[in-house]
């Protein structure tokens, strides 16, 4: 069974910094466009990032851009979501998930996706 396992989420002051990283197993990681999604509690789950498959292509929400990077290890099959200054509305579970059928132009879309991963808490407190 494909599982996406998510790490590194936790507890930081505003301005703080975190590194969120996905892996796969049985999925081929390296095979597959990876976003990152989160979801706040009472709101709807919102795509935060996705990369492409060669790395070479990311996409981010507005309300990220700047703070927020997105690259991949092809060697370690692991893709990171590099926070930086880091606000109290980043507060949420952070989500990485994946589709057999992916369309960059819905990336942003949840429903095209297939595999999801159990989530990590990202608390930004002051």
Known sequence: ???????????????????????????ALNHYSITWFRQAPGKEREAVSGINISGETTKYV????????????????????????????????????????????TWSRKEQYNYWGQGTQVTVFS
């Open 1 to 27: 069974q494909v599982q996406l396992v998510e790490s590194g989420g936790g507890l930081v002051q505003p301005g703080g910094s975190l590194r969120l990283s996905c892996r796969a197993s049985v999925l």
């Open 62 to 105: 507005d309300s990220v851009k700047g703070r927020f990077t997105v690259s991949r290890d092809k060697a370690k099959e692991t893709v990171y979501l590099q926070m930086n200054n880091l606000q109290p509305e980043d507060t949420a579970v952070y989500y990485c998930a994946t589709a057999d059928r992916f369309f960059w132009n």
